[in-house]
């Protein structure tokens, strides 16, 4: 059947060349525009290469789904992190973490080589004492006022760094933590809520506890809600008491110089203030050579070593909390923009598909003047590695119960789009509107029927 079927279609495709040429030999040749309105009067079709070759394959026209899926990797890091920097240049004299070292709030991560400003705050004190004592030499009295105001300055100072050292950052975080938990509770209530309304037959005990559940995690979220936005008060309010410090601190320098100058009636004081701001900048200077932890957390990367040359606010040392973790991917915006937060789809550890969950974009970079450009998936991933490949899977248009073919049978000639049919009858060419079409499939929504055998080009 197949061999009288391939003769037959040849013989129809050598009948049609033969005409189509007869017809094009016997058309008189007519002047100027009588030539196109020959041919319009008179068209000639031009059949579609539609011979077979022996042993070439068919396909069934199926049924299913069609699904353009947009794949791309990240790395499973935690997901809340910090980028530390030094406010001053500098030349690295020590680094004491690695990446992945687990450090505790305040301890020296790294730290400048400061000897050439401790020979200048030696050499400055020296200058400062020299001109207080000249200003000593010539008052009468104030000492005692002189020296209260050292100490107001100096316990000033002392006030500042220990509210500095006071940050409830990890408070917000937590807060922050607990509010995203609440949150998703709540979806899941709400879609379990949905689900039990819209299963008639489940008895009404059902549908009234899932009710319950959505009230308390209605009620969790308010809560939750309550404790961070009362973190970030007290972060913002721990912020107003650094900067009441800083005034502090200001204030005190003043009274210590107003009594510099009583105390020495006038003289000299312009040289001791001058020295005293060198040595308030010389020793601000040293305090930021060194950079501490801010948080309890987990060393992420390290980009510095003993002897490099740093830039004030380049990023040099990355910190995050150990959990909750997630895929963290490094996308162009073009295709950050492609997905949606709440988008779901698969991930895996890269080649172990045994491995793969849902998952969910939690966040992605909206413009390039988004501080994170980083692309965020949240995932149920376990026993997974930090820093392990992670491969994900969003599918970004979903067409289900359709008609489909490879896209190898799908052909073209001359602004068709056809298929050619093994029917009873022979090879058919038949016209297709194609719809989605993706690398493996294609979807057909007309011009063939389910169980269509298409022959492969």
């Known amino acids: 059947m197949m061999k009288t079927r391939t003769i037959t279609g040849i013989m129809l495709l050598v009948l049609a060349l033969i005409v189509t040429a007869c017809s094009s030999e016997n058309s008189p040749s007519l002047p100027g525009g009588d030539t196109a309105a020959h041919a319009q009067a008179a068209p000639t079709s ?17 049924r299913g789904t069609v699904e353009d899926v947009f794949s791309f990797t990240g790395r499973w890091q935690p997901r809340d992190q910090m980028s530390l920097t030094f406010p001053i240049n500098g030349t690295i004299r020590q680094v004491n973490v690695q990446r992945g070292d687990a450090v505790s709030a305040g301890d020296l991560l790294a730290d400048y080589d400061i000897s050439d400003l401790e020979n200048q705050l030696a050499s400055t004190q020296i200058s400062l004492e020299t001109a207080q004592s000249s200003i000593s030499s010539s008052a009468t009295g104030n000492v005692e006022t002189v020296e209260n105001a050292q100490i107001s300055l100096a316990n000033a100072r002392i006030s500042l760094e220990n509210t500095k050292n006071s940050s409830p950052w990890t408070n917000v975080a937590s807060a922050k933590i607990s509010l995203e938990n609440a949150e998703r509770s709540l979806a899941d209530a709400e879609r379990d809520y949905r689900e039990a309304l819209s299963h008639p037959e489940e008895s009404a005990s059902s549908v009234d506890n899932a009710y319950q559940q959505l009230l308390s995690a209605q009620s969790s979220l308010k809560s939750a809600q309550i404790s961070y936005f009362s973190a970030a008060q007290s972060f913002n309010n721990y912020q107003y008491t650094v900067q009441q410090a800083e005034n502090s601190v200001i204030q005190a320098e003043l009274t210590l110089q107003r009594a510099i100058d009583a105390a020495a009636g006038g003289v000299g004081d312009e040289t001791v203030r001058s020295t005293q701001l060198n ?36 990023t040099v040392i990355v910190i995050g909390l150990p959990e909750p973790k997630e895929v963290i991917a490094s996308l162009a915006l073009a295709d950050a923009n492609r997905l949606s937060v709440g988008m779901t789809g698969k991930c895996q550890i890269v080649n172990q598909p045994d491995t793969a969950v849902g998952c969910a974009i939690r966040s992605i970079p909206l413009s390039s003047r988004d501080a994170d450009q980083t692309t965020r998936v949240a995932a149920g991933l376990e026993n997974v590695t930090e820093n392990q490949l992670v491969e994900v899977e969003m599918a970004l248009e979903v067409r289900e119960n359709v008609l489909w073919l490879p896209p190898s049978v799908i052909r073209t000639f001359q602004n068709r789009t056809f298929v050619v049919l093994d029917t009873a009858d022979g090879l058919r060419t038949v016209d297709v509107v194609l719809g989605l079409q993706t690398d493996e499939r294609v979807e057909i929504t007309s011009g063939v029927n389910e169980g269509d055998l298409v022959v492969a080009p």
């Open 46 to 62: 031009t059949p579609a290469p539609t011979a077979e070759i022996a042993a070439r394959p068919t396909y069934t026209v199926e």
């Open 279 to 314: 040595i308030d900048q010389i020793e601000k200077n040293i305090a930021d050579s060194s950079l501490y932890a801010p948080i309890d957390g987990v060393i992420l990367e390290v980009s510095i070593s003993p002897g490099d040359s740093v830039a004030a606010y380049d």
